[in-house]
């Protein structure tokens, strides 16, 4: 991953006093992981100083990323053989989650 700048430095620090847990997936190295409760996301270090959210934020299993699929009218997060059930407090926590993160990644002036 390239050095970050001053202002991807000062977003992170925004997302560390919400709460927001910085964390390393090998996968991914040239990304920022961000996690907050069991949620997680990957933030794209790009020019002009901010992140662009990379792929899609998704529920923790076991400390990996989920996939959200469909299977026989559920929703699950899956991630290798382990699933876990779509349930409503899940999506909920989910979708405050990624609020939150979209908020605190906006430019401040």
Same mark, same amino acid.
């Given at each position: 991953?390239e050095e970050l ?8 620090? %925004?997302? /560390?006093?919400?709460?927001?847990? !910085? @964390?390393?997936? !090998? ?10 409760? =069991?949620? &997680? &996301?990957?933030?794209?270090?790009? $020019?002009?100083? $901010?992140? %662009?959210?990379?792929?899609? !934020?998704? @529920? #923790? ?6 996939? %959200? ?22 999506? #909920? ?5 990624? =609020?939150? /993160?979209?908020? /605190? #990644?906006? !430019?401040?002036?």
């Amino acid at each position: 991953m390239e050095e970050l700048t001053r202002q991807q430095i000062e977003i992170l620090e %925004r997302l /560390l006093a919400q709460g927001f847990i !910085p @964390v390393a997936f !090998p996968l991914y190295a040239a990304m920022v992981g961000v996690r907050k409760g =069991g949620c &997680a &996301a990957l933030l794209d270090p790009v $020019s002009g100083g $901010s992140f %662009r959210v990379y792929g899609e !934020p998704c @529920v #923790l299993l076991e400390g990996n990323l989920t996939v %959200r699929i469909a299977h026989q009218g559920k929703s699950w997060f899956v991630w290798k053989k382990l699933r876990v059930e779509a349930t409503s407090e899940r999506v #909920l926590e989910l979708d405050g989650f990624v =609020g939150e /993160l979209k908020m /605190l #990644l906006e !430019p401040r002036l």
